[in-house]
């Protein structure tokens, strides 16, 4: 299999676009460890996966916890850094600035954290990537700060690829994806969004994790691609509606 003898560290692995990353990585024949700051979610997950499959608790906000993630792992090929939290909107004039701040602390900082504590442990013919979306290239009204933190995710993968290179390092950047993120959002209102959402795609769908998964593995294989954003969102950043 493609990624025997390879280790992978999936950062917000537990549940959505990581899990389905891990799963993929595990059946490609790597050994896969998931992290998430939730043990509940953390131990679900195991249970899901395929045997062999590793889980440690880390907050991605607690650099120590980061650090003592990457000890506890040691040597790695490959990084994926799925970790988000659910963002409501807000305008930005109507939130506080130390909001503001701890809005960016999971998915950008905690991608910064992640990259500092791995690079000792990982191997020079591997790979990171990192989760954006489509929202820094398509803002919609009252995520101007989503917007932002994608475009400095972005930027530090770029700038990132230059400076650890030969370490790989890329950027999946996702539309609108089914994931449980969503179940918050009650099922007949859910239904109606993603039919929205759908009609908003090229393709007429809305995205599944395990799309999101394929890139990831893809980018983990392809020895020739760095400095790379790949857009998988059915093609909504074309459309005009």
């Known amino acids: 299999m493609a ?32 992290a998430s700051s939730d043990k509940g979610r953390l131990d679900a ?30 040597r790695l090929d490959h990084l994926v ?16 600035l130390a909001e503001a701040r701890r809005r960016l602390d999971v998915r950008f900082w905690g991608s910064v954290a992640a990259v500092k504590h791995a690079i000792p442990y990982l191997s020079p013919t591997g790979s990171i990537s990192v989760t954006s979306g489509t929202v820094g ?3 919609v009204p009252g995520f101007a700060l989503g917007a932002a933190g994608v475009g400095a995710i972005e930027g530090l993968a770029r700038g990132l690829a230059v400076e650890l290179a030969p370490i790989r390092v890329n950027v999946v950047r996702a ?16 239904a109606t969004m993603f039919a929205a959402m759908a009609k908003r795609t090229l393709t007429g769908t809305i995205g599944e994790a395990e799309q999101i998964a394929a890139t990831h593995l893809y980018l983990m294989e392809n020895e020739f691609v760095t400095g790379t954003v790949i857009t998988v969102d059915g093609g909504s950043v074309l459309t005009g509606s």
Not at 20 to 26: E, V
Not at 55 to 62: K, L, M, N, R
Not at 81 to 96: K, M, S
């Open 3 to 34: 990624l025997t003898g390879h280790r992978v560290v999936v950062i917000g692995g537990s549940s959505g676009m990581g899990l389905a990353t891990a799963r993929a990585a595990a059946l490609a024949g790597a050994s896969v460890t998931i």
């Open 137 to 139: 290239v398509r803002p």
């Open 45 to 74: 997950a195991l249970a899901d996966l395929p045997d062999g499959c590793a889980g440690v608790v880390a907050d991605t906000t607690d650099e120590d916890a980061v650090a003592a993630l990457f000890q506890q792992v040691g």
């Open 81 to 96: 850094y799925t970790a988000g939290d659910a963002v409501a909107p807000h305008p930005v004039a109507e939130l506080p």
């Open 175 to 190: 539309g609108a994806i089914r994931t449980p993120m969503w179940d918050r959002v009650p099922e007949t209102q859910r």
